[in-house]
């Protein structure tokens, strides 16, 4: 099957954290703070694509409190943080979702996301991803993790399926 043809079929998407919403940096201050910096693009295509009736989930290995609130502001209810097992909270998610995994979409950049990617129906990984999951990616976008590469998967499922505009 064709990657594009994929496209036509997502109603779930299912996203990493850090190295796809974010650049993989942390600012780290002499408080012992943590900062992330996320695309407000991205956030415009998460908000569009939940007004869309998609289901989109967080998983992610990151306990950031400010990335929870980030998302939450965008609308998303399924987050799942300091996460372990990725591929347990994601069957269980297909569970909650009534969805098959041939159903969703996977951003994720690290060897922690392999197991889910190797399960859904679209796996797709931010440009800078390392090599392992560059290699099994169905769809790498040409954008780098914290530079809008989600907007750039959400915007094409979008698309394909006419709801993007």
Do not use: H
Not at 43 to 70: D, M, P
Not at 146 to 153: A, E, F, N, S, T
């Amino acid at each position: 099957m064709n990657v594009y043809d994929r496209f036509f079929s997502i109603k779930g998407i299912v996203l990493d954290i850090d190295g796809v919403c974010t650049d993989n940096s942390i600012l780290v201050t002499d408080q012992s703070e943590f900062f992330r910096m996320m695309n407000v693009r991205d956030g415009y295509a998460i908000k569009k694509a939940l007004l869309e009736g998609f289901k989109i989930g967080i998983i992610s290995g990151g306990k950031s409190e400010g990335s929870r609130r980030r998302f939450e502001l965008l609308g998303v209810t399924d987050i799942y943080l300091g996460i372990e097992n990725k591929l347990e909270v994601f069957l269980g998610l297909l569970e909650q979702w009534q969805l098959s995994a041939d159903q969703i979409a996977y951003m994720g950049d690290d060897i922690p996301d392999l197991e889910v990617m190797q399960e859904v129906g679209l796996a797709s990984c931010p440009s800078d991803a390392v090599p392992e999951i560059l290699k099994i990616a169905k769809y790498v976008s040409p954008i780098a993790g914290g530079q809008g590469c989600v907007r750039d998967l959400l915007e094409k499922i979008l698309q394909a399926q006419e709801k993007w505009l």
